[in-house]
């Protein structure tokens, strides 16, 4: 999904949801920041899960230079004690290890991504420990550039809505649904300004 000539795309989300329009304009130009579609990719998506940028970004970091470069042979040449003393937890060693082996083994192919479609990408990844559905999800928006993608268990996301039509409560998945059904066929660009209108740098 290029990140130019959206005018039609943001005429339609704004047409289609009154609530959603002023976000839009308050959210400026759609600018997402998109990543390769690779298993770099998502193993740094575990290693941020449950953690706030700058800590996730140094252990990143310690992590690529451990590996000279991130691949299922380099990740499996490190022992896990190695792994933990670079700062990851002993569960996310094991996560990160789970789909070294599962990408060099063949059951997991990042080359076929592209041509799979959403429910069977969420299907192809989710085996790997530690992988749910969001993370597939947020892999799906910024790594494969999926414009229709509503991740109905992100916090975030759930708390824009909250906030933006005037919710007594956090909304549940279908309640989601319904409230982004006009938003097809781009639900991922308006989730991306709901971010944006929580000051959110989304991303992976």
């Keep these: 999904m290029a990140t130019n ?3 039609g795309v943001l005429k339609h989300l704004r047409a289609a949801d009154p609530v959603l329009a002023p976000l839009i304009e308050r959210g400026g130009p759609y600018a997402i920041a998109y990543r390769r579609p690779v298993f770099e990719t998502l193993v740094r998506s575990i290693v ?44 996310k060693s094991a996560y990160i290890r789970d789909l070294a082996c599962k990408t060099r083994d063949g059951d997991v192919v990042f080359r076929r991504l592209s041509r799979l479609a959403d ?7 989710t ?46 998945p279908a309640e989601m649904e319904t409230v982004a059904a006009p938003w097809r066929p781009y639900r991922s660009v308006a989730c991306w300004y709901l971010w944006r209108s929580l000051d959110n740098q989304a991303g992976i």
């Design 5 to 7: 000539g959206f005018d």
């Design 119 to 125: 429910d069977d990408v969420i299907a192809h990844l």
């Design 48 to 91: 941020f899960q449950q953690l706030n940028g700058r800590a996730a970004v140094t252990i990143f970091n310690r992590f690529r230079d451990a590996c000279g470069r991130v691949t299922p042979e380099a990740v499996l040449a490190l022992r896990p004690e190695r792994m933990r003393a670079l700062g990851l937890s002993g569960q």
């Design 127 to 172: 085996p790997v420990k530690g992988i749910g559905v969001w993370t597939v999800q947020m892999f799906l928006i910024f790594a494969l550039r999926r414009p229709d993608v509503l991740p109905v268990a992100d916090y975030g996301i759930r708390v824009a809505i909250k906030k933006a039509y005037g919710l007594p409560d956090l909304p549940k």
